[in-house]
């Protein structure tokens, strides 16, 4: 099925996640005239960028049941408005109270995001697929994120920081009509969806066909949730370094500036589209040969081992390039686990898959909420910007460590129903 309408939906969450990141990333760049111009210090800078993360987390569960109970198409047209308002709106600011709300408010919106596109994907991706989908969607996010810092260097000499934030926001208001108006919550609800495609669909999405799925409550059961989450912090707390404090990192730790920053500030994302490809397609072809559940692992496990590593080598080198491109490396070793994640949270919640998807990213989140405060207290109290680096690396050890527990056969339905 070449032309088969679930890879149209696919190409459209590629855009939704592209402009997820879009929106997440530019501020990063954006700090220093944010910063410059608002008289910030680098603790209210980290601050701002946690209120972002508070929201993400606090609303995440809530926003997944919305998506498992009203559809994806719906909620994610609604909180693509609200979140790109709050973008166009963050032009408006002018001091740091009112910073910090447009961001804890953007957030709120960006909460619904990724677990509204789990619950697509548990509806219209057969579940041999899931894997290479989640890797593909992953993939347009980091590389929109990793573009990020280039794009924002690019206009940013004909455009103030407010306006390029009005700019970004009006993109995601394209997007949420155009989804509202094309895509379809079920696929036999589609009109373009042929009855084979549909057929096919049904009977390899893994979804039970029994009316009582039981309680979402079951996803707070089920065991193999708990280490989802616990690799979940891991990922996002490194994530939220790259996209929030890595520019100032290389500028004032490593003395970058100009085209090699902008470079060096998008390389770890740059280099995730290529990690997020390989293990969203390589976890599914390496379970047709082991088991779902050993290749999951395998590339849980490795992924995270392989980024402690480089993230801890970067601390022992003086030079920029090589601390840059090491941290890189390990920011793109990090992501090779998050499509087996991501694929594991949909199979393991089944109808309940925007809740379980939902959760695991809650948890997550709170990585992302502490991660710019621990870097601005540690350098603020030490000036020593090694040290964080070495809590990273500590942080990606642990994960890999919750991999080993990971079970992606296990089901929240079951439980729900006994």
């Known amino acids: 099925m070449k032309f088969a309408v679930r890879n149209r939906v696919v190409v459209f969450t590629m855009a939704l996640a592209a402009v997820t990141y879009l929106d997440r990333v530019c501020i990063a760049v954006l700090a220093p005239k944010i910063s410059a111009e608002l008289d910030l210090s680098r603790v209210q800078m980290g601050y701002i960028f946690s209120a972002f993360a508070v929201a993400y987390a606090a609303f995440g569960v809530p926003a997944a049941w919305w998506a498992d109970r009203d559809g994806a198409r719906r909620v994610l047209s609604r909180v693509v408005v609200w979140w790109s308002a709050f973008t166009m709106a963050t032009a408006l600011a002018w001091n740091f109270t009112s910073m910090v709300v447009i961001r804890f408010l953007f957030g709120v919106g960006e909460a619904g995001a990724w677990p509204s596109v789990a619950r697509v994907y548990s509806r219209w991706i057969p579940l041999a697929e899931r894997g290479r989908i989640q890797g593909i969607f992953f993939a347009g996010a980091h590389l929109s994120g990793g573009l990020t810092p280039l794009v924002v260097a690019a206009i940013a000499g004909w455009l103030e920081w407010r306006a390029i934030f009005v700019v970004f926001g009006l993109v995601g208001m394209v997007w949420a009509v155009g989804w509202y108006a094309w895509f379809r919550d079920e696929p036999r609800e589609h ?77 770890p994302l740059i280099l995730s589209f290529i990690a997020d490809l390989t293990g969203g397609e390589g976890s599914d072809k390496l379970a047709r040969i082991i088991s779902l559940r050993a290749a999951r692992r395998a590339f849980g496990v490795g992924g995270y081992a392989l980024a402690a590593t480089a993230i801890f080598l970067a601390t022992q080198l003086g030079s920029g390039f090589s601390a840059g491109l090491l941290i890189a490396i390990g920011g793109a070793c990090s992501m090779l686990t998050l499509a087996p994640a991501w694929a594991s949270a949909v199979d393991v919640g089944g109808r309940h898959a925007g809740v379980t998807a939902g959760v695991m990213n809650t948890v997550g989140q709170v990585g992302g909420i502490l991660s710019p405060l621990v870097l601005a207290y540690l350098v603020d109290a030490t000036n020593d910007w090694n040290l964080p680096l070495l809590v990273l690396a500590g942080i990606y050890a642990v994960a890999g460590v919750a991999w080993l527990t990971i079970n992606p056969d296990q089901r929240v339905e079951a439980r729900g129903q006994g």
């Open 191 to 267: 009109k373009s969806v042929s009855a084979e495609e549909r057929d096919h669909i049904e009977a390899t999405r893994g979804l039970s066909t029994k009316r009582d799925q039981g309680s979402w409550l079951a996803v707070f059961k089920t065991p193999t949730v708990a280490p989802l989450c616990v690799q979940a912090f891991a990922n996002s707390y490194g994530f939220y370094f790259f996209i929030t404090w890595l520019p100032t990192y290389l500028a004032q730790g490593h003395g970058m500036k100009g085209a090699e920053l902008a470079i060096f500030s998008g390389l």
